[in-house]
């Protein structure tokens, strides 16, 4: 599938197509502005500037030039207020038509989502499929998303596809988005968190409809599978991973591992990076990463816990399980 570039002007969907106008009848009045003033302050600059023998001319008060620089911004204000209204009334009519709601929580750094409370998505310990870093919705389908954040304020923006949304700790902020076509689509947090900021991706990546079903029940299938893995290496890594601290900061489907400080892990093994930096996930990268967490994206809230590799390499063998 194609991937779409966080791009506001390239919109690829109806909440992006709403704000793409606005953002160049914006541009261009901001265009227009910067003539006329610059224009006006290099013209007067060399036109009345003080020469041998011409000392430069002063003036006070102009009625017209006054009467201009209040009236034409006013009726901008105006006219922008107008037409960003006329926006919001389409992007925050999150429930007509909507299909599906899903959960976005934000934390530092990454977003996970959490799927309906439907049984298509349950999973047979009974929890809800989520998943971190990727968004899977089906094409041409109008999404709610209700979003939250567990510690700071976030930002939810995928330019392509719509708005930004504030994440903010205790509340339930709403957007609602759709994609006109299968593909990636690109964002980022746009909500400065923390040192990991910029680390904080965001893929929306839409199915097309007739598919989107064999996604839902391959994810569900992956996730089952992985809570239930065996063999000696893999049980003594997962036992590893339930009895550290690790299993108080992050979530794994059909465990006892239930953390909402650290990024769901439920899937851990077939993202596309560590945090963000490490590419790909595989048994160094992650060795590295909780080797010294620290080292790897400084002041990240993940500790370092004086792990000796043997350990590791064991929690890593569980890990890579997690598909």
């Given at each position: 599938?194609?991937?779409?570039?966080?791009?506001?002007?390239?919109?690829?969907?109806?909440?992006?197509?709403?704000?793409?106008?606005?953002?160049?009848?914006?541009?261009?009045?901001?265009?227009?502005?910067?003539?006329?003033?610059?224009?006006?302050?290099?013209?007067?600059?060399?036109?009345?500037?003080?020469?041998?023998?011409?000392?430069?001319?002063?003036f006070h008060?102009?009625?017209?030039?006054?009467?201009?620089?209040?009236?034409?911004?006013?009726?901008?204000?105006?006219?922008?207020?107008?037409?960003?209204?006329?926006?919001?009334?389409?992007?925050?009519?999150?429930?007509?038509?909507?299909?599906?709601?899903?959960?976005?929580?934000?934390?530092?750094?990454?977003?996970?989502?959490?799927?309906?409370?439907?049984?298509?998505?349950?999973?047979?310990?009974?929890?809800?499929?989520?998943?971190?870093?990727?968004?899977?919705?089906?094409?041409?389908?109008?999404?709610?998303?209700?979003?939250?954040?567990?510690?700071?304020?976030?930002?939810?923006?995928?330019?392509?596809?719509?708005?930004?949304?504030?994440?903010?700790?205790?509340?339930?902020?709403?957007?609602?988005?759709?994609?006109?076509?299968?593909?990636?689509?690109?964002?980022?947090?746009?909500?400065?968190?923390?040192?990991?900021?910029?680390?904080?991706?965001?893929?929306?990546?839409?199915?097309?409809?007739?598919?989107?079903?064999?996604?839902?029940?391959?994810?569900?299938?992956?996730?089952?599978?992985?809570?239930?893995?065996?063999?000696?290496?893999?049980?003594?890594?997962r036992q590893l991973?339930?009895?550290?601290?690790?299993?108080?900061?992050?979530?794994?489907?059909?465990?006892?591992?239930?953390?909402?400080?650290?990024?769901?892990?439920?899937?851990?093994?077939?993202?596309?990076?560590?945090?963000?930096?490490?590419?790909?996930?595989?048994?160094?990268?992650?060795?590295?990463?909780?080797?010294?967490?620290?080292?790897?994206?400084?002041?990240?809230?993940?500790?370092?816990?004086?792990?000796?590799?043997?350990?590791?390499?064991?929690?890593?063998?569980?890990?890579?399980?997690?598909?």
């Amino acid at each position: 599938m194609p991937i779409q570039p966080p791009w506001t002007t390239d919109p690829a969907g109806p909440v992006a197509r709403e704000i793409a106008p606005l953002y160049w009848i914006m541009f261009a009045a901001a265009v227009i502005v910067l003539i006329v003033v610059d224009g006006g302050l290099i013209y007067a600059g060399i036109r009345f500037r003080e020469r041998p023998g011409v000392p430069a001319k002063q003036f006070h008060g102009n009625n017209l030039l006054e009467l201009a620089w209040t009236v034409i911004p006013t009726l901008m204000v105006v006219t922008f207020s107008v037409l960003s209204f006329q926006r919001l009334l389409v992007l925050n009519d999150v429930n007509t038509g909507t299909a599906m709601t899903i959960t976005v929580i934000a934390r530092q750094w990454q977003f996970s989502y959490r799927y309906p409370n439907e049984p298509q998505y349950k999973l047979a310990d009974g929890s809800i499929l989520t998943t971190a870093t990727d968004l899977h919705i089906p094409a041409n389908t109008k999404i709610k998303l209700d979003i939250t954040s567990q510690d700071v304020i976030h930002a939810f923006y995928i330019p392509p596809l719509g708005g930004q949304k504030d994440a903010v700790p205790g509340r339930t902020t709403t957007l609602w988005i759709e994609a006109d076509h299968p593909g990636t689509y690109k964002g980022q947090c746009a909500e400065f968190c923390g040192s990991g900021h910029a680390d904080m991706l965001i893929n929306v990546v839409a199915h097309p409809k007739d598919q989107y079903a064999a996604w839902v029940a391959s994810a569900v299938k992956s996730a089952n599978e992985a809570a239930a893995a065996g063999g000696p290496q893999v049980a003594a890594g997962r036992q590893l991973f339930l009895s550290l601290p690790c299993a108080g900061c992050h979530t794994i489907a059909g465990t006892s591992a239930q953390g909402k400080v650290g990024p769901e892990l439920t899937h851990i093994a077939s993202l596309d990076s560590i945090v963000g930096i490490l590419k790909p996930v595989n048994a160094q990268n992650l060795h590295t990463w909780i080797k010294d967490p620290q080292k790897v994206k400084p002041g990240t809230i993940m500790p370092t816990l004086g792990l000796d590799d043997a350990t590791i390499d064991k929690i890593v063998t569980y890990l890579l399980t997690l598909k």
